[in-house]
């Protein structure tokens, strides 16, 4: 995922620090997003940028938290945290 600290109006207006040219830039982005299905989330400022990357970092966080707390749940039920008897 790539956040955007601009908006698109931004990109198509070629409000940014770059020589490339804003059709080519919003085509890229676009190839991007289909081509390899990269999202791209343009915030339209810094303080919404920081704010979306965080609530996204700690969802992310809390559902891997989750999942993991589920494996460690399945294994201790299958004894298998301990390794293989015999």
Do not use: C
């Amino acid at each position: 995922m790539v956040i955007v600290e601009a908006g698109y109006d931004d990109l198509l207006r070629g409000n940014y620090q770059s020589a490339t040219n804003p059709k080519s830039a919003w085509e890229s982005v676009i190839a991007l997003q289909q081509r390899y299905d990269i999202p791209f989330l343009f915030a339209g400022s810094t303080e919404i940028a920081a704010r979306l990357a965080e609530s996204l970092l700690i969802r992310w966080h809390k559902e891997h938290v989750k999942a993991i707390d589920a494996i460690v749940k399945a294994q201790k039920r299958l004894n298998l945290h301990d390794g293989p008897k015999g």
